[in-house]
Nanobody
């Protein structure tokens, strides 16, 4: 069973915007901290953003601060990633992930081992 399903990826011009969604099922969504990661061709997976279980505190990779916004709707069991001012280097497959607890340190949310469930990803392509 796929507990997390991403959508919203596609082709966008540099400077454009996209909003990704991640629909959760089969888990109690509000009990999970939620993160976004991405992986570009030939590169390692990297952390993008995280939001705590009940919302509130958010964390972002330096490369996306001020351009990406993570949000969640616990009533709809859905996580979002609003991306603006997209750059060619933002092109990647974007994955959402669910963590069964909030991070214990300022950086633990960047560690993939924190997460119990992962989606299959949605591809974002940015043309220059």
């Amino acid at each position: 069973q796929d507990h997390l399903v991403e959508s919203g990826g596609g082709l966008v011009q540099a400077g454009g915007s996209l909003k990704l969604s991640c629909a959760a099922s089969g888990i109690t969504f509000s009990n999970y901290g939620m993160g976004w990661f991405r992986q570009a061709p030939g590169k390692e997976r990297e952390f993008v953003a995280y939001m705590r279980r009940l919302g509130g505190n958010t964390y972002y990779a330096d490369s996306v601060k001020g351009r990406f916004t993570i949000s969640r709707d616990n009533a709809k069991d859905t996580l979002y990633l609003q991306m603006i001012s997209l750059k060619p280097e933002d092109a990647a497959v974007y994955y959402c992930a669910a963590a069964p607890r909030d991070p214990h340190s300022d950086y633990e949310q960047t560690d993939g081992n924190l997460y119990a469930y992962w989606g299959r990803g949605t591809r974002v392509t940015v043309s220059s």
